[in-house]
Nanobody
Framework: QVQLVESGGKLVQAGGSLRLSCAASGRTFSSYAMGWFRQAPGKEREFVAAISWSGGSTYYVDSVKGRFTISRDNAKNTVYLQMSSLKPEDTAVYYC???????????????WGQGTQVTVSS
């Protein structure tokens, strides 16, 4: 089992920056690939970014490329999502998730956090 807890979400103005964190506990964090998803009200969940266990491979959905950066610190059992140039359309609940093997597909995630709200005002 892996337990995931997101933090860092808040209200921010358009154009601003925010860093989300996802702290993991339980089984060996460094063996898992990690992903960030988001879900806006009335919309389907969207796969935002992913990172391999080593950090050597990453994936971003087109809408966040060049603005968001996923990273991880295996010594701290934490994965991050650095978000910049935020837009109102980035408003959503952001979730982190873990899966056993890295993929740029949005399926196969076994463990999920409870989510953290990001609101971008115009």
């Amino acid at each position: 089992q892996v337990q995931l807890v997101e933090s860092g979400g808040k209200l921010v103005q358009a154009g601003g920056s925010l860093r989300l964190s996802c702290a993991a506990s339980g089984r060996t964090f460094s063996s898992y690939a990690m992903g960030w998803f988001r879900q806006a009200p009335g919309k389907e969940r969207e796969f935002v970014a992913a990172i391999s266990w080593s950090g050597g491979s990453t994936y971003y959905v087109d809408s966040v490329k060049g603005r968001f950066t996923i990273s991880r610190d295996n010594a701290k059992n934490t994965v991050y999502l650095q978000m910049s140039s935020l837009k109102p359309e980035d408003t959503a609940v952001y979730y982190c998730a873990a899966r056993q093997a890295y993929s740029d597909h949005d399926d196969g995630y076994d463990y999920w956090g409870q989510g953290t709200q990001v609101t971008v005002s115009s």
